[in-house]
């Protein structure tokens, strides 16, 4: 199977799992998305509209709307839109993809993409992203990912191939046709059981396209080491995240 092919194949694996995924992905913390909206806040008097794009369950929609902004959701998937329509009723939620986005141009202060944008065809979708941007607009890609410099988290990393921090992870140098980028990470955790931990790593796509026998067998790889970890082992833990955000401005 080619490269082309079997990120398709991920990038569409998510809806059976959208329940599990809306309860399970970690959120993104505050100051991530603080430092995300200050251009647009400093630019704009007015309320600010934002393009959550590739918006899954809202785990991303969720915390803009914490900031009173107007969220519009586009997402590809059925399953992961009636989620997030299930979640925010009164977010308007439109089908549609990153490279044919159904929004007017120059409609939207930011565009948001939260562990979306490796899924995107860049060549087309940015050009889409920069027609719907209103004048000083910008594009924000984020990602939740596991903090590696943990031995731990590193060893659970590579135990379950979950995200973990490294530069070739986060692709700001694809944005750099649509303009200037700046990137920030912020430090966090999220709290966790065996189970739930177990029941976030099924969530990722190489479990969800693995046969049933490998993903089982991995998932019980997994809560082997958590429950043999001593940081894990008992009860709820902290397990160390990093956030990390990538702006980019169209010129």
Not at 32 to 49: K, N, V, Y
Not at 148 to 161: G, K, L, N, Q
Not at 184 to 195: E, G, I, P, Y
Request: charged share 20%; net charge negative; aromatic share 8%.
């Amino acid at each position: 199977m080619d490269r082309a092919t079997e990120t398709a194949r991920r990038a569409s694996s998510f809806g059976s799992q959208a329940a599990a995924y809306a309860e399970y992905r970690p959120n993104y913390p505050a100051d991530l998305l603080a430092w995300a909206l200050e251009p647009a806040s400093a630019a704009s008097a007015d309320g600010l509209r934002v393009l959550d794009l590739g918006a899954g369950t809202g785990k991303l929609t969720e915390g803009l709307l914490a900031f009173d902004v107007e969220v519009v959701a586009v997402e590809p998937d059925t399953s992961m839109l009636a989620e997030l329509t299930r979640r925010f009723p009164g977010v308007e939620a439109r089908s549609g993809t990153a490279e044919v986005i159904p929004l007017p141009d120059a409609s939207v202060h930011a565009v948001f993409a939260g562990q979306a944008l490796h899924w995107f065809d860049l060549d087309r979708a940015l050009p889409e992203i920069g027609r719907v941007l209103l004048p000083g607009g910008f594009l924000v890609a984020a990602w939740n990912v596991y903090d590696d410099s943990v031995p731990w988290v590193a060893e659970f990393c590579r135990i379950t191939e979950g995200i973990a921090y490294s530069e070739s992870n986060m692709s700001w140098e694809n944005l750099e046709p649509l303009g200037p980028t700046e990137q920030a990470t912020f430090l966090h955790s999220t709290r966790r059981t065996v189970d739930s931990l177990v029941n976030t790593v099924a969530t990722q796509s190489n479990m969800l396209v693995s046969t049933p026998k490998q993903r089982a067998a991995a998932l019980a790889r997994t809560r082997e080491f958590l429950l043999a970890n001593p940081a894990s082992a008992d009860g709820e833990f902290d397990i160390p995240m990093i956030s990390v955000g990538i702006r980019a401005t169209p010129r």
